[in-house]
């Protein structure tokens, strides 16, 4: 049987906190339990609203109800889709993520000394009893108003409960509508990537655009340098060329969930669709334009509500989605809500990356069978035929009885153009991916590969770090001592006038310049996350007399955008740099003012220059987190880990840092053994989406 809330409270002693614990009745207890929870920082405020709410509405529920329903909202805010009710109860701290790491203050019950009383058989029934809790079979109108939705061992809000159905419906639909591939898909898949060959490496992009044309429905997956963005381009072209040939030109769209992204992509698709060996008018049908998410569907403000959706589909064709792991369940379910039926999907992401910040990993999810591959004979047969590619040699593992419909449809990139087998980086990639601790710091510390490098820290005023961050290392990196050393060396005369080209290059070359190097930090408070960093950097550099002033704005200051500015044309992770110009006219011309200059990522290498005075969501960016890093790649990257275990250090983090590394990478230790602890925790987000899959195979 389980106790009651007042039977798990401390006792009444001379200790204040815990006088103020006396039982109030079962869900006032369990409320004033929450409270003192809230203030600890183990719960959100969020949480505790929520749950008194429903206190409200049903208030002589039981409190095992509301304490399921404040732990649910806990794992939303952790990324969890769902609170899974055994694992929980199994590992209550590894579950939850709480308490935080070292704080276990005496006078306050933990969570994990609340959930061991508890029993998972007992804990399920009195949810299913509960007014607040719809059963996942129960289609019923009453069913459909209740705030809670139990299915099996997984515990919903109703809204990520709606959202995963959603998505799970949308795609069944698209995995059987079978499109009819061109009767001469093999030509056209030898003349965008040549002949196959039958001694080299299985050609996994051409692989890829011939699924895709078979389904409304791929996603292509790949770690970085895989060329997913040179597939997505011939698979345009795949597309497109019959379309136009039959004078019906598919409407295309590109999309990426977050600003930068989709500059990134515009400029990389623009490069490529050039170079391609297609017509004229086909080439022409290939847009460039990359858009966000959010302004595909037309976002409206101060809703979660889209001015596209079931009622008013997207006036599209084909949708490519880059960057695809960044997106949470609540966008997906929209997205897949407003195509059209007829339309093509295809989504591009590396599955190992970190996953959005919000609820879900739904690329994560969708891919989970992608490294064995698991199609099906007839898949198999079906590639070989069109592709002339040999897959009896490739490892893959099959699919004989038909358990995995979605796999089908899912190609992984597996040879890295940028990070092949002489690649430290590389290597230490894959040893952290697979979860591989003691070979990732072998790696770094038997100093096999020029691209890697380590620092460890002896105190936390440790000079070396300065020293690291403005000057680099002997061997080629370089700090940030070297784009403000462009900027004052290749600074044009200030007699030129500001309309002259010269500026736009110059701003260009520091631009450039400041992408040699970028510190990365998987926390945002404390001496070792992006604010302290931040403000300790700018601090050397005045020291250095690299910058004239650490006021909010000086010549070199680098800001990161942290919000769409569609005014300016500005996205969420644009970096920019202030720079000294002419002014233009007044009574102030040919004086030196600020502004800041943004690339373009237009593919033509345009620069923008926008006046201090209007760019309201930047900071400073000497620093910035592993999560706004990606989409971004820096010549040498270096990560500085925090000096304390946290929920946040995973192996995901860490290989996206790595990974963010064109050429080297460098990893900043406070304190030996965070590292190795990182690499093996693994992101597990919680959610139902593929196991209604299983389940119903």
Known sequence: MSRSFADLLPKASDDESLMNLAPLGHANDLLLLLTRWVERGWLRALDKAFVAF????????????????????????????????????????????????????????????????????????????????????????????????????????????????????????????????????????????????????????????????????????????????????????????????????????????????????????????????????????????????????GSRPGTRHFRHHRGNRLPLDVLVVDEASMIDLEMMANLLDALPTHARLVLLGDKDQLASVEAGAVLGDLCRDAEEGWYSPQTLAWLESVSGEDLTASDLKQDLDGAHPLAQQVVMLRHSRRFGEGSGIGQLARRVNAQQPEQARQLLSQGQYDDLFTLALKSEHDGTLERLLLDGLPAGPQGYRHYLSVMRQLRPAISRPLEDHCWADWARDVLSAFDEFQLLCAVRKGPWGVEGLNLRITAALLRARLIENDHLWYEGRPVLMTRNDYGLGLMNGDIGIALKLPERDGPDAGKQVLRVAFPRNDGQGGVRFVLPSRLNDVETVYAMTVHKSQGSEFTHTALILPDALNPVLTKELVYTAITRGKRWFSLIEPRAGIFEEAVRRKVKRLSGLMLEWEQAE
């Open 54 to 297: 429903l206190h409200e509405l049903a208030p002589d529920d039981d409190p095992l109800v509301l304490l399921a329903a404040a732990l649910t909202s806990h794992q939303l805010g952790h990324g969890h889709v769902c609170l899974d009710l055994f694992e929980t109860l199994k590992e209550p701290d590894f579950a939850l993520s709480l308490p935080p790491e070292g704080d276990l203050q005496s006078g306050v019950l933990l969570p994990s000394q609340v959930l061991r009383t508890l029993e998972g058989a007992h804990w399920c029934k009195v949810l299913a009893s509960s007014r607040l809790v719809a059963l996942a079979v129960d289609k019923g109108e009453e069913a459909q108003q209740r705030p809670l939705v139990l299915s099996g061992k997984r515990l919903y809000l109703r809204r990520y409960w709606g959202y995963e159905r959603r998505i799970d419906e949308a795609l069944r639909q698209r995995l059987a509508e079978h499109e009819t591939a061109p009767a001469d898909l093999g030509e056209r898949l030898a003349g965008l990537f040549g002949p196959a060959s039958k001694t080299g490496p299985i050609d996994w992009q051409k692989l890829a655009c011939a699924l895709a044309t078979r389904s409304a429905f791929s996603i292509v997956t790949g770690g970085p340098g895989t060329g997913k963005t040179t597939t997505v381009v011939r698979l345009l072209a795949l597309l497109q060329a019959p379309a136009v040939e039959a004078g019906k030109p598919l409407r295309i769209r590109l999309a990426a969930p977050t600003g930068k992204a989709a500059a990134r992509l515009t400029e990389s698709i623009s490069q490529q669709v050039r170079t391609l060996d297609v017509t004229d008018a086909v080439r022409e049908r290939i847009p460039c334009e990359v858009t966000t998410v959010h302004r595909l569907l």
